[in-house]
């Protein structure tokens, strides 16, 4: 469908921020968002393949009963679609290889992460480097974050920002990679895309509660080589709105919320690379 | 052959949840410990090769980034003692759940129905402890005898090759299948022991009502041509106990009263709820006529009123009291994700939106002893925490509003209360979506999680005080994972129009599902054993009034069955059909064929007779105190911000999800630094809209030691007060009322039942006379009669408590406001008259007194005030609005200072006050209908112009500098603090 945004939002088995993720893809301008169960896909109901962004959005995937999305990714990695025999995990490859974009908030940044869409460095999507663990303070935690933005990632999500203000809702948000080698390759190819940080959002931090969960180098966010496939732990779909920043009522701010950036950003992107 | 693999984290890395039990180890239980690791086991009950137990547990149970793994071979290392906690046979293990469909999912496999996969826990110790300490942090600590296995080794006992060794917590024994019949024609002295010994927890009337019913002749010839005998069966026995429980039939507040108030003067009053509390409603509706906003009232699961033309909102609030005071995680958790269903079971069903939760617990730093059986207080508040954290955020529902009360006297059983929200479009497929109707024919279908024998005799237990033989089979631990698969499927099923009725597994099971659902159609049959079990072995009268959670059941018209069971299969619910609705007139069960419950259905609901009680009232008369003026003010408020009842309970507001859904607008915690105490939350449920919802609730036990009629009216006030705050307005609010009670009725155990009583009639007076004032009808509500706790000759009663929670809207979140001042220069007011109403209060409280001047709601003042504030704040003339409640004027002030960031400059002389002249009184007084203001000097005249005829003083200004001022009314300065102390002051108790 030439010139028209498909948008896939996946819900189902303790996803639960379908509704509003879905709602910031129309708000940005997506043409058709449709929310998909797990079973709808490996049924083989929907393909992502016709899709140009997959969000997978926050929630507790499976109750986080084995570690954050750990089930769902084992799941993802076994899973053949039901009418045809083929391996989802071969769908989402192809998916990958044809340009789509992938968008984990949360619960689907820790799915993407265990299911090694990311970093996925040289293009090794599959392969676990990097995890989201319990954090610090071993607690669940609601709060609002300052996040730096790296201008130099390849990140087509954050392009043109500079810092962004969110909430992060996790218990298991801590980052951690397999090893140095990663972390350092992270670095110089501009992967960490997002980081808490001061309230200037100048440095990134390691100052409870600036950083939230003991984050090494105050990673929030990270994408892949293309800038395509991206997973944060904050959630800028519960920023739509003025409205729901925490000192709205005392802060004079734009009406529109700063979370609906990313979801503006892929669209353009899918607008003038893949439609 | 068992396998077990253990999966712990890497040695280099930190186990926060190790170092999070440790420090609990040395401040809560004060013991002498160095570090905790912890490892996690999981035993599979299948036979399976070490190829494919690798591959499970490196691929599905184990992070290669954070975590080693191990197949039957011991992890734990570096120790002095391990404890091991698992769970007992038959207790819900949601992470074994999953672990056996990770199981599955990663050998390509399908595990026969008893191949389970169990969890449990180690925790490595490392401190000079004694093996009593051990086995205390084990059972007081890290699990619950109730539903908990230990193991616990010493280094020296420790076998590094064996370990403790895979251990099936599996259900055996069981025969089940039994149907046991009784003669009643026996005395009455052995109808009573028969009612004990089952704990069926009905009255001698009541057996005799059930042998009266056996006896008549119609009955009886219908009984012998079903073949079912002439005595009764435990199926039907248990099932008329269920529905006639205090829990589920509410019969204090159906009894015929007697009052007697303190002049002597009689009264009957006709039923408590038909009364006061649907007389009420019934009053109010009427007089809003067109604007009457209520859709359906009293007669669902919750309580329906419309939201917009296109979408109306169905509200519950529950307790779950007795089941959190014998295990606060399970039984909040269990709580939570039960009142979820309320308003999923309403009408066609309703989408859940948000949570609200309000505690009552003994103070968490309780020195004393206590009786056997009773929890810590401290342990009680955050497993119950937990239990919420787990229920809501798992759920994906917002937790959005609540509060904690403490008192000394919720010691043996705590309240636990837990509100759900819904939304629906007001019709589905052409019709309203608040009726519901099941039909002759339509099938019954039992949807979600399986019966097992948890939760039997929830509803009959939750009717008798706690004691130290109480049941522990009601004790369960809710699944939000297998009810949120069900509520995406029922959503959809709904949205097709696949089924006529629907209504929650609650409290009495399939027995009381089923029996109301039957009402409508007038009968049902039910095939006992087709519902599906946990595990093999449960006899008939268990399967039907087991509570087991994560359950609804489905009225299907028999042409969309197939629709229904596909759809089910597609989404990985089970559903199942276990019989008919019929027109019969009969609640008839039947195992394999043969019929094992058959009872009229006007019997079944209305065969239980009603009580005759008498209340008597005596006014109490507590002394007013001879409190001393403090010397030092500025200490006595650090005081009052510290008292447990009006710090800060950010720590766990902040594990509560309050964003999920998107429509967060007016947040728990508000200001500058995101820490002030919000006081009513507003969501906006649409995204595309503007309207909003507001969310408000009010408590305030104290007062019942004085008198429950101001105490029910200060709750109203306070729940109605708190959403003006943030800008609901006053003119569109419904209210739900949750009384939890100390039993009421005259006997040997409680001799003061008729005092009881009479406190509980009053209570209804004022709920009577200020929902009508106010004009917000109740919607909802629940009693919860019996919050007692027996240990000998100790009787623990809670203080009469009352939750009331306002749901109200405001037309365009964008003028909503919150309660930190805003910035320096602007004008602070105080609105509202203060009176010497000290009685009750938390300052007399702080001087271990009661006192006797309880405050007074004068309704019509406080109208006008409600409705006037209510325009300034939609003129945008407010910039900060706080309502005050607990600790007074004097709290609401440094709250709203200090979530500012900013001080505040205020002159006692100011504040318009009849009969006060101590300072500390005028500051503490906990008047109602009062609050604390801030505006823009520009916007003064405006504000004084709408609130013309209001009693309000201007008593200062928000300064530039960070101090805290009061001007006494000598004038003097009689405090002069620091926002940042008073805050440290507040935050302080529980932490942030």
Redesign the interface.
């Known amino acids: 469908m030439p010139g028209k945004v498909k948008v896939i939002v996946l819900?189902?088995?303790?996803?639960?921020?379908e509704?509003?993720t879905a709602?910031?893809c129309t708000a940005a301008g997506a043409n058709t968002v449709d929310t998909v169960?797990i079973?709808?896909l490996l049924?083989g109901e929907y393909a992502v393949g016709n899709y140009h962004l997959l969000c997978l959005p926050?929630?507790?995937l499976?109750?986080?009963?084995?570690?954050a999305a750990?089930?769902c990714a084992?799941?993802f990695?076994?899973?053949t679609i039901a009418n045809t025999g083929e391996r989802f995990w071969d769908q989402m490859l192809h998916y990958i290889e044809r340009g789509g974009l992938i968008f984990g908030i949360c619960n689907g940044f820790q799915l993407m992460a265990?299911l090694g869409l990311v970093p996925a460095l040289e293009g090794g999507y599959g392969e676990?480097?990097?995890?989201l663990?319990?954090?610090?303070?071993?607690?669940?935690?609601?709060?609002?974050v300052h996040l730096k933005v790296n201008t130099a990632s390849p990140c087509v999500f954050t392009k043109g920002m500079e810092k962004v203000y969110l909430?992060v809702?996790h218990g298991e948000g801590k980052f951690?990679?397999?090893d140095h080698s990663i972390t350092s390759q992270l670095k110089k190819k501009g992967l960490i895309c997002l980081q808490y940080s001061d309230e200037a959002c100048r440095e990134a931090t390691m100052e409870y509660s600036l950083n939230p969960n003991?984050s090494f180098n105050g990673v929030a966010g990270i994408c892949d080589e293309t800038g395509r496939i991206f997973g944060l732990m904050p959630?800028p779909?519960?920023y739509?709105?003025r409205?729901?920043h925490?000192?709205w009522?005392?802060e004079e701010l734009p009406e529109e919320g700063a979370g609906l950036a990313f979801f503006k950003n892929a669209i353009t992107y899918i607008r003038e690379h893949l439609c | 052959m068992p396998h077990r693999i253990e999966v712990a984290i890497k040695d280099d890395l930190r186990d926060s949840l190790g170092e999070k039990t440790a420090a609990r180890m040395v401040n809560d239980l004060g013991f002498s410990v160095q570090s905790v690791r912890t490892i996690e086991s999981y035993t599979i009950d299948t036979t399976l090769d070490k190829q494919q137990l690798e591959l499970v547990a490196r691929d599905a149970y184990c992070d290669p980034i954070t975590q080693v793994w191990s197949v039957d071979r011991p992890l734990a290392k570096t120790f002095d003692w391990v404890i091991e906690v698992g769970f007992l046979p038959g207790v819900t293990d949601n992470v074994g759940r999953t672990a056996r469909e990770a199981l599955e999912a990663s050998l390509s496999i399908h595990l026969k129905e008893d191949e389970k996969v169990y969890t449990s826990h180690q925790y490595l110790i490392q401190g000079d402890l004694s093996r009593t300490e051990v086995e205390q942090i084990a059972t007081q600590l890290l699990g619950n005898p109730l539903i908990n296995r230990f193991e616990i080794k010493s280094k020296e006992e420790w076998d590094p090759q064996k370990g403790f060794g895979p251990l099936v917590p599996k259900v055996t024994g069981l025969k089940g299948g039994e149907v046991e019949r009784f003669d009643l024609e026996i005395t009455d002295e052995k109808l009573i022991a028969l009612s004990r010994e089952r704990l069926l927890a009905l009255s001698l009337e009541e057996m005799q009502a059930v042998q009266a019913y056996l006896k008549d002749t119609a009955i009886k010839q219908k009984r012998k041509e079903i073949g079912i005998g002439e005595g009764i069966t435990d199926v039907e026995l248990e099932a008329i106990a269920q529905t006639w429980s205090e829990h589920c039939k509410h019969k204090i507040f159906q009894a015929r009263i007697t009052y007697i108030d303190a002049d002597g003067k009689e009264e009957v009053i006709e039923g408590l709820f038909n009364t006061y509390i649907k007389g009420s409603t019934e009053t109010i509706r009427r007089a809003l006529g067109k604007k009457d906003p209520c859709l359906s009232v009293f007669t669902d699961n919750a309580g329906v009123v419309a939201f917009n033309d296109q979408w109306s909102l169905a509200f519950k609030v529950e307790t779950h009291n007795t089941p959190s005071a014998l295990d606060p995680y399970g039984g909040a958790l269990t709580g939570i994700v039960g009142v979820n269903r309320d308003p999923f079971g309403t009408g066609k069903g309703a989408k859940l939106i948000f949570n609200t939760d309000v505690f009552c617990f003994a103070p968490p730093d309780w020195p004393g002893p206590l009786p056997e059986r009773v929890l810590h207080p401290k342990r009680i508040f955050e497993g119950v925490r937990e239990g919420v954290e787990h229920g809501g955020n798992k759920s994906g529902i917002p937790t959005v509003n609540g509060s904690i009360v403490f008192d000394e006297r919720y010691v043996g059983k705590p309240l636990v209360y837990c509100g759900t929200c819904g939304i629906m479009p007001r019709t589905i497929k052409g019709e309203p979506s608040h009726i519901k109707e099941a039909h002759p024919g339509d099938v019954v279908v039992m949807v979600g999680g399986r019966i097992g024998k948890d939760g039997i005799h929830g509803a009959t237990f939750s009717s008798e005080e706690l004691h130290e033989e109480s049941p522990t089979s009601a004790v369960q631990i809710g699944d939000p994972i297998t009810q949120k698969r069900m509520t995406d499927f029922l959503l959809r099923a709904r949205d097709r129009g696949l089924y006529t009725a629907i209504t929650d597994n609650g409290a009495g099971g399939l027995s009381s599902s089923v029996g109301e659902m039957a009402k409508e159609p007038g009968g049902c049959e039910i095939h006992l054993e087709r519902a599906p079990l946990k595990y093999p072995g449960l006899d008939p009268w268990e399967i039907l009034v087991s509570e087991s959670q994560e359950r609804m059941t489905l009225a299907v018209a028999p042409d969309k069955i197939d629709a229904l069971f596909e759809l089910a299969s597609k989404m990985d619910v089970e559903a199942t059909e276990v019989g008919r609705f019929t027109d019969s007139g009969v609640f008839h069960c039947l195992w394999h064929g043969e019929t094992v419950a058959y009872l009229a259905m006007e019997f079944f609901h209305e065969g239980a007779p009603r009580m005759d009680l008498v209340a008597r009232w005596q006014p109490p008369r507590p002394e007013e105190p001879v409190v001393d003026p403090p010397h030092d003010l500025t200490a006595t408020l650090e005081g009052m911000l510290s008292r447990l009842n009006i710090c800060s309970k950010e720590s766990v507001v902040r594990q509560y999800d309050h964003e999920v859904q998107g429509g967060s607008t007016i947040k728990p915690l508000v200001g500058e630094n995101a820490d002030g105490p919000g006081d009513a939350a507003v969501i906006r449920s649409l995204l595309d809209s503007y309207k909003g919802i507001v969310v408000s609730h009010g408590i305030c036990p104290r007062y019942s030691d004085i008198d429950t009629y101001p105490m029910m009216a200060c709750a109203i006030d306070e729940a109605v007060r708190n959403a003006v705050a943030v800008g609901g307005d006053p003119a569109r609010m419904v209210g739900l009322d949750n009384f939890c009670w100390p039993d009421p009725v005259q006997s040997e155990k409680t001799p003061d039942g008729e005092y009881k009583l009479a406190q509980l009639v009053r209570a209804n007076k004022a709920l009577y006379d200020y929902t009508i004032a106010y004009q917000c009808p109740c919607i909802s509500g629940k009693d919860s009669m019996k919050n007692d706790f027996m240990a000998g000759e100790v009787k623990i009663s809670v203080p009469p408590t009352v939750l009331f929670s306002v749901l109200g809207t405001i037309d365009d979140v964008r003028k909503a406001v919150t309660m930190d001042c805003k910035a320096p220069g602007d004008l602070v007011y105080v609105v509202g008259q203060t009176y010497e109403e000290m009685g009750g209060s938390e300052y007399f409280a702080m001087h271990g007194s009661i006192g006797n001047q309880v405050p007074q709601v004068r309704a019509e003042q406080a109208k006008e005030i409600y409705h006037k504030l209510h325009t300034a704040i939609m003129d945008g003339l407010i910039a900060s609005c706080h309502d005050c409640s607990d600790g007074g004027m004097g709290v609401a002030l440094a709250e709203s200072a200090f979530a500012g960031g900013f001080g505040m400059e205020v002159d006692l002389r100011n504040v318009p006050a009849e009969g006060i002249v101590r300072d500390d009184y005028l500051l503490f007084s906990e008047s109602q209908s009062r609050f604390v203001v801030t505006v823009n000097p520009a916007k003064k005249d405006a504000f004084l112009a709408i609130m013309k005829g209001i009693t309000l003083g201007e008593i200062g200004r928000v300064p530039k500098g960070k101090a805290f001022i009061v001007t006494g009314l000598k004038g003097k300065k009689v405090i002069q603090g620091d926002i940042y102390k008073l805050k440290v002051a507040w935050q302080k108790p529980l932490g942030v």
């Open positions: 819900a189902g088995n303790g996803i639960n921020c509704y509003e709602y910031a169960h079973n709808e049924r926050g929630g507790f499976d109750g986080d009963d084995l570690g750990k089930a084992n799941r990695r076994h899973a265990k676990q480097k990097i995890t663990t319990f954090n610090d303070s071993g607690r669940f935690e609601d709060r609002w909430p809702r951690v990679a397999a003991g959630h779909e519960a739509l709105h409205t729901n925490p000192r009522t005392r």
